[in-house]
């Protein structure tokens, strides 16, 4: 088979963003310039999202920020540290290539109606609402656990942009399924699911929490299974779009959650492990997996699971 | 029993013991297999619990008949200052050796090496290696004033080592010893005189562009260890990138080849909340 | 040193409740059966949690029931099968030997009210209420959600017995502290920290979630750094006796949940990898750590991080 | 990649070919190289999708000159009945193989084998390996009626290929074929008979209880194969418990010293529940 045919068994439209894969860079890795950006789509992703930015820059907490877990997993506590969007709009204010999405990252509806106004010009395809950093108090989880502000966040985002937004939820303390109607309901194109889920590691020989912040966000091949749970659940319930993140390594974890239900997926630890060839290897790996399979578009793949 | 052959993950190490190299600098030593296998150039990060976690280059010191790992600190700011002032017997948490390191030639005849403050921690492990290698070198150490030159006591013991097949020379910013003036301009002087195949460099941008630049002037190829602002070091934050590259990852050693695609190189650096700033007040 | 004083230096008494060494099996993990906990013991653990037992018995669900991941971890949905508190009474009568904590679950006040009594006599050192199985609706979670239901099965659960009661959390819907606050104000003695967590594993090749309940509860060393948070936080806050339980598999995990706040903790998932031995090999672990520590009790290493 | 080299881990396998064995039973074929290289008693844990996971004995399948993975089930309650059925070309997830194996020891010179039903399916294996060790050894093989005996084709071309130095007996429940009667009857006969230095075997449990008897008077060692309700079979559910082991680590195999200890071996059995229930009605 030509690789033109395969590259087509992959494209696939996501609420109107139409994508060469479904692979997609999580926020937060990697993302905070342009030269970047267009090197992860060199080296095969799909779309990018960027770093989450907030409405002014943001240093974000001292080293260390993350910490290795034995089984191929992070904790991380980076504090949100972007750019902010002033600077930002000007980092990719070139880009006319990549297919990238902004996450975006505030405390209340006027951070968002400022930053989605700024940004909404740029050459980007569509906007993640983070609603679900673990480690920043009085952004992310503490903003998302509150269904009537992520209603306003969410309707303020929709009513300065005509692209597609995208609300990123996680394990918390509230119900996924219940921010997700709110976020929903608002008007919310799709849900990303899940963020890192709060996590801590003590060094037993120094007796600190090693991170500078104490407690950080988990993620990788740990949080898969309840990642995996997530989209299933989402996908059952509303059967939108759904972006399915967290503990993706390779193509096998790849199609196990398009066939929860996820429209497309985002990798991000497994870039530490495998570094950026793995959106390549990913999308090798699917298509073999579909020409055994039989199947001619990944869209095949969403939400199979359900028919069991 | 926890899985250390990934050396990613923290390990805690207790100092042996602390070497004082000049009045602001220290040397760490600590035991650690992973940093005694390591090459010139490449780092280690150091957490220094409670206070931060930075990048540093791993040193290889003898005690004794043992080879321990170690780190040149300079004290500068907050988290370097606390860890200039650890003792034996305190504990700080490694994790690396990570990033390239500089690479020799097959066949290099002849290399010139230029270093600044604690640039030279892993030019000096260079200068041996080189030396070693039957590659005549000569080893530029700047420095800010004679107090503060760093390694002249390894550089001079390489030296003997190796039959004084090799030139050390000093330039410092005061004149208090060598020549007075940058490590750059004493670089070029060498370069009228003499030819090199090689060029290494490792210390403030500024003094790299400039060895870049006499690479350009000289045709010589450069290599050069290139710092950036570190949080991850393996491949994901993407705090420490310039243009498209990542310094902790596909540095922190470029060639000249790179450094010419790297616009960014000398001119601008990105600062902790990923801004670009510049290393030359703007007008 | 010889085995004696290096075993005294494990001893520890935790809620009234005094304990030759702080390694204690989790609950679900070949609980029901007195022989087997005799074995148990004889392998080594400091006390013994039974399956979780409930009023009336339950086969639970069909198999597959438990899922083995990659990273050492499991995912089951064995749906609290236990034979009751009738027959769990029978089986435990001639207990004299075993240091053994029952868990108890329920939907109502009703429920532990008839289980403490029917138990309360017989050769066991506490209870454990399981407020947190995460896939089993009407008991775990759905009733663990609910602090005014928590407050009530507790004051229920105490009135009834002298015996000391801890609650054992989840990471669930709501937040972990508000719902320990309940349970520590209705009057328990400790909290155990933390459950399963839910989540899915859906086969690739066949297309169905595993399980045949579909989801399931993640445990091992995948959930441990969120479990060290939990024991963290919940120290930080309450300094109440917490079981800490989550992936412990090896004695530096154990210290670690120690130093994070656990006075004790409990370990399941790791026998299914090293057998029964991980609690002799966790002890000596300890011990030697101890040693090169010179900590004389292992009560020292309660809570060490917090004075960082 | 997916690291399979943990046996624990479910494998999805495509059923190669189905064989019809009796009326009610059928081998399933598979290919599966941790299969291939199982011990007879040791046993998988076979999902069924969306109907069941159920422990089977583990078979070795030669289809042309490539060995396979197989398990022969009986059509029975919803999940046995849900796998018979399986054809060719579907598929089925298998983990393992689980549990300890037949111990042939050192030097032995002759056995008995009695087994019924589906309990042939290990022991035939065994019989096999027995002759191949040259070890003179009877197998008694029960079943309810003539068109249920199962394996009878195995059992003679094992003798075949052993130059018949050994034995086959059958036995059935109605006496159609062979012996009318249990396998312990036949099994008593023969031992009042002929000397043997082991015993082997794997059926229902009061059969088994019996064969046991029959060692104790004979004063010939004992292997059986127990089965008990299995969830995970890796030891940590519980389920599968007989007194204080565990059918699944500890066995499936005891040896008479163990049977001995074990005071609910033929008397009871827990259910899905954990409750102690009797083989045998109570009065
Ligand atoms: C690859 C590499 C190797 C290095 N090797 C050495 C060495 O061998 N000896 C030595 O003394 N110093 C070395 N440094 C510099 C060192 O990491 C610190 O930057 C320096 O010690 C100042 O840190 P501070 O926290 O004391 O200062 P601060 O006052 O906190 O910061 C001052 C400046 O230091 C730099 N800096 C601080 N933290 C980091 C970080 N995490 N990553 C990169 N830069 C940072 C920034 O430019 C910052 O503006 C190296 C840096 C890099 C990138
Ligand atoms: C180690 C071992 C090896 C076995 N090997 C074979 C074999 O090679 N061929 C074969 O046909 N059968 C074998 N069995 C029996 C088989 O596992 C099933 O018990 C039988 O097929 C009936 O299952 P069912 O779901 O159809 O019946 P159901 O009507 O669901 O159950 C009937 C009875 O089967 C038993 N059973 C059901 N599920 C299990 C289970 N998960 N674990 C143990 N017992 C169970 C129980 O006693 C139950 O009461 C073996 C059992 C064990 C423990
Ligand atoms: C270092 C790091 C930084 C992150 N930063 C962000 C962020 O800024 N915004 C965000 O929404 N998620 C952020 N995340 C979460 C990831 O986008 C993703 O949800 C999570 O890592 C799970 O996916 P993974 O297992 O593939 O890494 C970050 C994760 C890591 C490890
Ligand atoms: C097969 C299995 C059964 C369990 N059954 C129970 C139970 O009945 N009651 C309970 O409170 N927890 C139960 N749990 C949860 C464990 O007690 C424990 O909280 C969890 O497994 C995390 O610890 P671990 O990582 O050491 O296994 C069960 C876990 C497993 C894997
Ligand atoms: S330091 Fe994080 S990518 Fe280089
Ligand atoms: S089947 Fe679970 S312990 Fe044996």
Tied chains: 1, 3.
């Excluded at chain 1, 290795?68 to 991380?76: A, D, G, T």
């Excluded at chain 1, 889920?197 to 007796?207: H, W």
């Excluded at chain 1, 972006?243 to 066939?259: L, P």
């Excluded at chain 2, 899985?3 to 009045?23: C, F, G, K, M, Y």
Aim: with cysteine; hydrophobic share 35%.
């Amino acid at each position: 088979m030509n690789l033109e045919i395969k590259s087509e068994m992959l494209n696939l439209e996501v609420a109107g963003m139409y994508l060469r894969n479904p692979i997609i860079l999580a926020s937060g890795f990697l993302g905070i310039s342009q030269a970047i950006f267009e090197r992860i789509y060199d080296e095969g992703a799909g779309a990018v999202v960027s770093k989450s930015i907030s409405r002014y820059p943001m240093e974000g907490y001292r080293n260390p920020t993350i910490v290795v877990l034995e089984n191929k997993s992070y904790i991380n506590a980076v504090g949100l540290s972007n750019p902010g969007c002033e600077a930002f709009s000007e980092e990719i204010k070139t880009n006319d290539k990549v297919p990238l999405i902004v996450s975006l990252v505030g405390s209340d509806p006027s951070d968002f109606e400022i930053m989605t106004r700024k940004l909404d010009g740029s050459g980007i395809i569509g906007f993640e609402i983070n609603l679900s950093c673990p480690h920043v108090q009085k952004l992310g989880l503490e903003v998302g656990d509150d269904p009537q502000m992520v209603k306003s966040i969410v309707e303020t985002t929709k009513s300065n942009t005509t692209k597609p937004v995208f609300v990123k939820v996680g394990v918390g303390s509230t119900n996924i399924l219940d921010i997700s109607q709110a976020a929903l309901n608002a008007g919310a194109d799709g849900i990303t699911a899940i963020n890192t889920i709060r996590a801590m590691k003590i060094s037993i020989d120094n007796f600190n929490p090693i991170l500078s912040n104490k407690v950080g966000g988990l993620s990788g091949p740990s949080i898969k299974p309840i990642a995996i749970r997530c989209v299933y659940e989402l996908w059952k319930k509303f059967k939108v779009p759904i972006f399915g993140c967290g503990g993706v390594s390779n193509w096998e974890d790849a199609v196990e959650f398009m066939i929860a239900g996820a429209t497309s997926f985002q990798v991000g630890t497994a870039i530490g492990f495998g570094g950026m060839s793995v959106f390549n290897s990913i999308s090798n790996g699917i298509v073999k997996y579909m020409e055994r399979k039989g199947y001619q578009s990944v869209k095949e793949l969403i939400g199979r699971s359900h028919k069991y | 029993m926890v899985d250390h052959t990934n050396t990613d993950i923290l390990r805690s190490v207790q100092i042996e013991r602390v070497i004082a190299e000049t009045p602001s600098i220290r040397t760490i030593i600590f035991e650690d297999k992973y940093s005694v296998a390591s090459m010139p150039g490449q780092f280690l990060m150091v957490w220094i619990p409670e206070v931060d976690e930075l990048p540093m280059s791993v040193g290889i010191e003898n005690l004794g008949s043992h080879k321990f790992g170690a780190v040149t600190v300079r004290k500068y700011g907050p988290g370097s200052t606390a860890l200039y002032y650890k003792k034996g017997g305190e504990r700080i948490g490694i994790r690396g050796p990570y990033g390239n390191y500089f690479s020799i030639p097959k066949n290099l005849r002849n290399a010139l090496i230029i270093g600044g403050g604690t640039g030279l921690v892993p030019l000096v492990r260079l200068f041996g290696d080189l030396l070693n290698y039957h590659v005549n070198t000569t080893l530029i150490m700047g420095s800010r004033t004679k107090s503060e030159v760093l390694f002249e006591h390894k550089a001079q013991k390489i030296l003997t080592d190796n039959n004084h097949n090799g030139n050390v020379a000093f330039s410092t910013d005061d004149g208090t010893y060598g020549d007075k003036g940058s490590t750059v301009d004493l670089a070029e002087s060498i370069l009228l005189s003499k030819k090199f195949e090689m060029l290494y460099t490792c210390g403030p941008e500024l003094m790299m562009k400039g060895v870049q630049k006499l690479g350009e002037r000289f045709s010589i190829p450069v290599e050069a260890s290139l710092e950036r602002y570190m949080k991850c070091a393996i491949g994901i934050c993407g705090s420490c990138c310039i243009n498209d590259r990542l310094v902790c990852q596909d540095g922190t050693i470029f060639d000249s080849n790179r450094l010419r695609q790297l616009t960014e190189f000398g001119v601008s650096y990105r600062d902790k909340s990923g801004r670009l700033s510049s290393f030359i007040p703007q007008p």
